[in-house]
């Protein structure tokens, strides 16, 4: 079994666990709206339709608002969360994906539904226990994804694992500085993907190149 697989598995494992209605940390999405935008990225390609199943197993095209509505039931949301889970066909182009795109993204929703509460203040987050093996997929993954991510931003960015392991995911543009984000390679993954509020890593840099970072990467 491939790190995604494994990560897809956890991650609808965690979405059968919260039920339809759950928090998550995306912003104004319930674990249903988590359920289909994953099936319709796999399922619905161009991101226009999602299949939503009828009677007898029939399926019908709807949006993504209806099809959000529809998983307000139990039995709809489940059977979505097991269609995206059974993995998209071998002929589609999201098959083709593997680590390089779907190790993150999985990890990340997993994250998304783990870390997420509707208690104020919320718990304080407390990181998986990975497999060496998959952190240096993980690791492999965020180096290759945080540019894309972070092209906008002006400030740099240095990635620093607790063992002392680094890359420089972002070059500084128009003279600005450089900021250092150090913590486990699931909390980067995190960060770089704007859940800085809920990732345990340690930023340092100046104040001006801080402020700027938390434009792009929200951490608070």
């Not at 199943?53 to 039995?75: L, N």
């Not at 600005?176 to 800085?196: D, F, N, P, S």
Request: glycine share 6%.
């Amino acid at each position: 079994m491939t790190w995604h697989q494994h990560e897809r598995e956890t991650l609808a494992s965690l979405l059968h666990e919260a039920g339809p209605d759950g928090p998550t940390l995306c912003d104004g999405w319930r674990t249903r709206h988590l359920a289909v935008h994953l099936a319709q990225r796999e399922l619905a390609p161009w991101m226009m339709l999602q299949a939503v199943p009828g009677p007898i197993g029939r399926r019908t095209a709807a949006t993504f608002d209806e099809a959000v509505a529809a998983c307000d039931d139990p039995s709809t949301y489940h059977d979505t969360v097991d269609r995206w889970a059974a993995a998209p066909a071998a002929w589609s182009p999201r098959a083709l994906a593997g680590d390089a795109i779907n190790l993150v993204e999985f990890f990340v929703h997993g994250e998304d539904v783990r870390r997420a509460s509707d208690d104020e203040p919320a718990p304080p987050p407390v990181a998986r226990d990975l497999d060496p093996a998959e952190e240096d997929a993980l690791w492999q993954a965020v180096r290759r994804m945080a540019p894309l991510l972070l092209h906008r931003c002006p400030v740099g960015v240095v990635h620093v694992l607790d063992d002392g392991r680094r890359a420089l995911v972002h070059r500084p543009k128009d003279d600005r500085g450089t900021v250092v984000v150090t913590g486990a390679v699931g909390e980067l993954a995190l960060h770089t993907h704007g859940r800085g509020a809920r990732a345990l890593v340690k930023i340092v840099g100046s104040d001006d190149d801080l402020a700027t970072l938390e434009r792009f990467v929200p951490s608070s």
